[in-house]
T-cell receptor
Framework: NAGVTQTPKFQVLKTGQSMTLQCAQD?????MYWYRQDPGMGLRLIYY???????DKGEVPNGYNVSRLNKREFSLRLESAAPSQTSVYFC?????????????FGQGTRLTVV | KNQVEQSPQSLIILEGKNCTLQ??????????LRWYKQDTGRGPVSLTI?????NTKSNGRYTATLDADTKQSSLHITASQLSDSASYIC???????????FGRGTSLIVHP
């Protein structure tokens, strides 16, 4: 019953460093998403992948890149981390992007950029 | 601009009591509204999903209502338990968009 698995769970970066957040789902879902959650704000969509081989920008894509490696995996890359990217990052997946389908979330990656 | 406002921001109740959380939205065109529960340090988990034609949906002790005319939704929790302590997030989806609008959540604390 793994569902959506994110790695790492915690990470501290120095400004300018790069890193990749990994996400994998075992539910055979077509669609995957990356969100960030900041204190006092709602979750905001960074990027999504409606199906394997496609990716699209969400609400706050600047400073991030994504790769849909295969149907199971969707990674988020920070090329040059900035303190403004300190946040909790959530990966999610759903059967499709049809708006009435349920999204399942991972446990989150808490990222601090110093 | 699409917005989802939740109230109260935080709420403290005693175990066994009922409570109601509110969600007002200015999203158009409306597609659906969801309530999520997010435990501390965990990802959100879906409680209910309602479309335009649905005005009530239950999931155990959780009952969500939707008034599409006034653009309001509520989440009623019956006979609260300590495990209900969490953040409850209202999410509204816009027709034709893959980008949902999330509320900031209501933090609920249930005391024994």
């Amino acid at each position: 019953n793994a569902g959506v698995t994110q790695t790492p769970k915690f990470q501290v970066l120095k400004t300018g460093q790069s890193m990749t957040l990994q996400c994998a789902q075992d539910m055979n879902h077509n669609s995957m998403y990356w969100y960030r959650q900041d204190p006092g704000m709602g979750l905001r969509l960074i990027y999504y992948s409606a199906s394997e081989g496609t990716t699209d920008k969400g609400e706050v894509p600047n400073g991030y890149n994504v790769s849909r490696l295969n149907k199971r995996e969707f990674s988020l890359r920070l090329e040059s981390a900035a303190p403004s990217q300190t946040s909790v990052y959530f990966c999610a997946s759903s059967t499709t992007t049809t708006l009435n389908t349920e999204a399942f979330f991972g446990q989150g990656t808490r990222l601090t950029v110093v | 601009k699409n917005q989802v406002e939740q109230s109260p921001q935080s709420l403290i109740i005693l175990e066994g009591k009922n409570c109601t959380l509110q969600c007002n939205y200015t999203v158009s065109p409306f597609s659906n509204l969801r309530w999520y529960k997010q435990d501390t340090g965990r990802g959100p988990v879906s409680l209910t999903i309602m479309t335009f034609s649905e005005n009530t949906k239950s999931n155990g002790r959780y009952t969500a209502t939707l008034d599409a005319d006034t653009k309001q939704s509520s989440l009623h929790i019956t006979a609260s338990q300590l495990s209900d302590s969490a953040s409850y997030i209202c999410v509204v989806s816009v027709g034709g968009s893959y980008i949902p609008t999330f509320g900031r959540g209501t933090s609920l604390i249930v005391h024994p």
